[in-house]
């Protein structure tokens, strides 16, 4: 029993920078592997011949892994404990990222891209379920924020960094670029194994499959659809919305501002996340801002629509880490992969199927304003649930048997 509860003692103020940085590292490359591809897409293309549609997959099929491979990703969360399937998760990651580098054809291309982003939808429930694991309760919010922030700013670091910094260093080649990106994740991968806690695999098996009976994963993950639906939709559809105004030449530096906003958004939450986590209220207000500047890229001209999208894309931020921080507040350490994996199959499934489904109606109407006017229907639907979030701590049920090693 001592040594269970060495084991399961949150490390001292003196060691939490180190594993805020091995959360913000694990975080970095939650997004950098997915959002290299557009800024290579054209290089891609030329040189392997590929459709329109083909470039396109590039991003849009890891999206839809990311719904995919949160199962999986729970399953091994159950089976060898968050810390090793976060590492295990990062290996896949890198076997897939970096072999688009060495692939000879479109196909193994998509297969390639598809392996890398399962490895990411694996990573994402197992953050989230190791916070309990490393941090005491009041460190929870905090600990969320800082990978959230890494992931933000993975995203803003494989848009914006790849094509002016790093691809002329490596001879303007597009494979070597994908691989110099991925390599150093198996260096973030072995350094996980640093902190002394939680390295056994679990002692007993816990659930894995959603628990659909609790209507957090049904409610939390329709509300992450509202803020993936709006990012990533507003995201595909900004260039074409911009060219039907004749405003297409503005679109490099909307899309510049546009993710740079979530960037902003994980600094404020760094500063804010212990106040805010949690809160019903401000849940509510970043949902109700994220739709109405959404609504406004559709109603205002000029540069106030860009303004619009700029803010929808800060608040967005905002209430993804709100949501995302929820499941290590509100249920016990050995659920937290469970309910993060079914929060993240509902919301990044409609991510992906909203603004593929306003896509359908725009191609049948014409008018690309309508896959966004799509996005900010779903979104008002789901609006009302936000009301009927529980978000006391579910007390844990008492402990039988041999205590779990990952707990």
Same mark, same amino acid.
């Given at each position: 029993?001592?040594?269970?509860?060495?084991?399961?003692?949150?490390?001292?103020?003196? @060691?939490?920078?180190?594993?805020?940085?091995?959360?913000?590292?694990?975080?970095?490359?939650?997004?950098?592997?997915?959002?290299? +591809?557009?800024?290579?897409?054209?290089?891609?293309?030329?040189? $392997?011949? %590929?459709?329109?549609?083909?470039?396109?997959?590039?991003?849009?099929?890891?999206?839809?892994?990311?719904?995919?491979?949160?199962?999986?990703?729970?399953?091994?969360?159950?089976?060898?404990?968050?810390?090793?399937?976060?590492?295990?998760?990062?290996?896949?990651? /890198? #076997?897939?990222?970096?072999?688009?580098?060495?692939?000879?054809?479109?196909?193994? $291309?998509? =297969?390639?891209?598809?392996?890398?982003?399962?490895?990411?939808?694996?990573?994402?429930?197992?953050?989230?379920?190791?916070?309990?694991? *490393?941090?005491?309760?009041?460190?929870?919010?905090?600990?969320? +924020?800082?990978?959230?922030?890494?992931?933000?700013?993975?995203?803003?670091?494989?848009?914006?960094?790849?094509?002016?910094?790093?691809?002329?260093?490596?001879?303007?080649?597009?494979?070597?670029?994908?691989?110099?990106?991925?390599?150093? !994740?198996?260096?973030?991968?072995?350094? =996980?194994?640093?902190?002394?806690?939680? @390295?056994?695999?679990?002692?007993?098996?816990?659930?894995?499959?959603?628990?659909?009976?609790?209507?957090?994963?049904?409610? /939390?993950?329709?509300?992450?659809?509202?803020?993936?639906?709006?990012?990533?939709?507003?995201?595909?559809?900004?260039?074409?919305?911009?060219?039907?105004?004749?405003?297409?030449?503005? =679109?490099?530096?909307? $899309?510049?501002?546009?993710? %740079? !906003?979530?960037?902003?958004?994980?600094?404020?939450? %760094?500063?804010?996340?212990? !106040? *805010?986590?949690?809160?019903?209220?401000?849940?509510?207000?970043?949902?109700?801002?994220?739709?109405?500047?959404?609504?406004?890229?559709?109603?205002?001209?000029?540069?106030?629509?860009?303004?619009?999208?700029?803010?929808?894309?800060? /608040?967005?931020?905002?209430?993804?880490?709100?949501?995302?921080?929820?499941?290590? %507040?509100?249920?016990?350490?050995?659920?937290?992969?469970?309910?993060?994996?079914?929060?993240? =199959? /509902?919301?990044?499934?409609?991510?992906?199927?909203?603004?593929?489904?306003?896509?359908? #109606?725009?191609? *049948?109407?014409?008018?690309?304003?309508? +896959?966004?006017?799509?996005?900010?229907?779903?979104?008002?639907?789901?609006?009302?649930?936000?009301?009927?979030?529980?978000?006391?701590?579910? !007390?844990?049920?008492?402990?039988?048997?041999?205590?779990?090693?990952?707990?």
């Amino acid at each position: 029993m001592a040594e269970y509860r060495a084991a399961t003692t949150p490390p001292p103020p003196a @060691r939490l920078l180190p594993v805020a940085v091995l959360l913000w590292l694990a975080g970095v490359y939650l997004r950098i592997p997915v959002l290299v +591809a557009p800024p290579l897409a054209p290089f891609i293309g030329d040189d $392997l011949a %590929l459709s329109q549609a083909l470039t396109g997959a590039l991003t849009t099929l890891p999206i839809l892994m990311l719904a995919v491979g949160a199962m999986p990703g729970s399953l091994a969360i159950s089976r060898l404990g968050p810390r090793n399937t976060l590492a295990l998760a990062m290996v896949i990651m /890198v #076997i897939g990222s970096a072999g688009r580098g060495l692939v000879p054809d479109a196909t193994t $291309l998509m =297969l390639a891209s598809a392996v890398m982003g399962l490895g990411v939808a694996m990573m994402q429930p197992a953050l989230p379920a190791l916070l309990p694991r *490393w941090l005491e309760p009041h460190h929870l919010a905090v600990g969320s +924020a800082i990978y959230m922030n890494g992931m933000l700013m993975g995203e803003f670091i494989g848009a914006g960094i790849t094509l002016p910094v790093l691809m002329p260093l490596l001879d303007n080649s597009w494979r070597a670029t994908l691989i110099a990106w991925s390599l150093p !994740a198996l260096v973030v991968a072995a350094l =996980l194994f640093l902190p002394r806690r939680d @390295r056994a695999r679990p002692v007993r098996k816990v659930a894995w499959l959603p628990d659909w009976k609790n209507p957090l994963t049904l409610k /939390v993950g329709l509300l992450l659809g509202l803020s993936g639906s709006m990012f990533f939709g507003l995201n595909a559809y900004m260039g074409a919305l911009l060219e039907q105004r004749g405003q297409g030449d503005r =679109l490099a530096e909307s $899309l510049f501002w546009f993710n %740079l !906003a979530q960037v902003a958004a994980s600094l404020v939450m %760094l500063k804010m996340a212990r !106040a *805010w986590v949690g809160r019903r209220s401000l849940i509510l207000i970043m949902a109700v801002i994220s739709i109405a500047g959404t609504t406004g890229t559709l109603l205002l001209p000029g540069w106030w629509a860009i303004a619009s999208a700029t803010l929808m894309s800060f /608040v967005a931020g905002i209430l993804l880490i709100l949501l995302v921080a929820l499941p290590p %507040l509100l249920v016990s350490a050995e659920k937290t992969g469970q309910l993060s994996a079914g929060n993240f =199959l /509902v919301g990044y499934t409609l991510a992906f199927s909203v603004p593929m489904v306003g896509g359908l #109606i725009a191609d *049948w109407t014409g008018n690309v304003s309508h +896959a966004v006017v799509t996005m900010v229907v779903y979104s008002i639907l789901v609006l009302p649930l936000i009301f009927t979030l529980d978000l006391t701590r579910k !007390a844990s049920p008492p402990a039988t048997g041999t205590p779990d090693s990952s707990v």
